[in-house]
């Protein structure tokens, strides 16, 4: 496997006695989106300052890059670009004129700003709006003029705090679609803080859940859930045309299989939890029986599961 780009080892941050980050450690790889997950005042902002060397840890390790974010943090600086939560730009300049300026501050040569401000604003969609003031701009559209803020000096890891804070479903939706095209198309890392569940399971290869100052799990959705929720094995409910009684003959017949472990009768709609995926059987056993089917569903344990999960196990 690759090096990492982003490596934390035992990363801690104290304020007094009160531990905002307790040993984390974690390894992000090149190209990947991966997700923090966790509730606000987990620690997910003060992570991202020290992993900028913005805020010293106080005991443990950053490396971004290849380069120690406390002793080297102009070198990251230079190879991350940050989108703080909360944007700020110069509302009596247009779109352009702010790029520009921040275009410079990273110390890009003269004779490329102009383009590169240009080929930014096409890349997230601004260019329409480019010459408008940034009064004017929606939430949404200060969000992609952030982002272009951010990718204006090339970044090789682009850190992301709350992005879809304050942006409509539509607005969000083409945000997040935006993350996933740039990750993949310029092999952009991507470190993406929010406690929003749902936007983190449409664009995340990986997630951690974070919970006061502690990394409870890593991984993709599938072996967080497998490793959560292998003892439910696979949970399918079928729903008939007709109401089931609770004394249904057919139900000590479908006890006798092996793989089915439990039944619950809700009105027309039977569960089972089986030991492995046995939908197509059940199917063929309601055919078989003449009952008519209005559907059948198999329980996927997605990330609201996974995170109520863990909350239930801490609290």
Known sequence: MKDPIIQLKGLTKCYGSQKAVDDLSLDIYKGEIFGL??????????TILMMLGLTDPT????????????????????????????LGFYDNMTAL??????????GLAEKEIMKRAIEVMEIVGLSSAMNKRTSTFSRGMKQRL??????IKEPDVIILDEPTLGIDPNGVREFLTLIKRLSKEQELTVLLSSHHLHHVQQVCDRVGIFVKGKLLAQGNIDTLS????????????VTLAQVVPQAWP??????????????????KTIEFECKQNITPALVRFFV????????????D??????????FEDIN
């Open 250 to 267: 057919l139900a000590q017949e479908l006890r006798q299989w092996e793989t089915i472990e439990q039944i619950t009768i809700n009105k």
């Open 301 to 310: 344990y997605g990330l609201d599961d996974i995170y109520q999960k863990y």
């Open 146 to 151: 952030g982002l272009a803020d951010v990718l």
């Open 97 to 106: 004129e702010n790029l520009v300026y921040i275009a410079r501050l990273n």
């Open 226 to 237: 497998g490793n959560l929720f292998s003892n439910k094995g696979h949970v399918v409910s």
């Open 288 to 299: 078989e029986k003449e009952y008519d089917i209005l559907g059948v569903h198999q329980k």
């Open 37 to 46: 997950l966790g509730p606000n005042g987990a620690g997910k902002t003060t």
């Open 59 to 86: 005991s443990g390790s950053a490396f971004v890059c290849g380069y120690n974010a406390t002793n080297n943090p102009i070198s990251v600086k230079r190879k991350v670009g940050y989108m703080p939560d909360t």
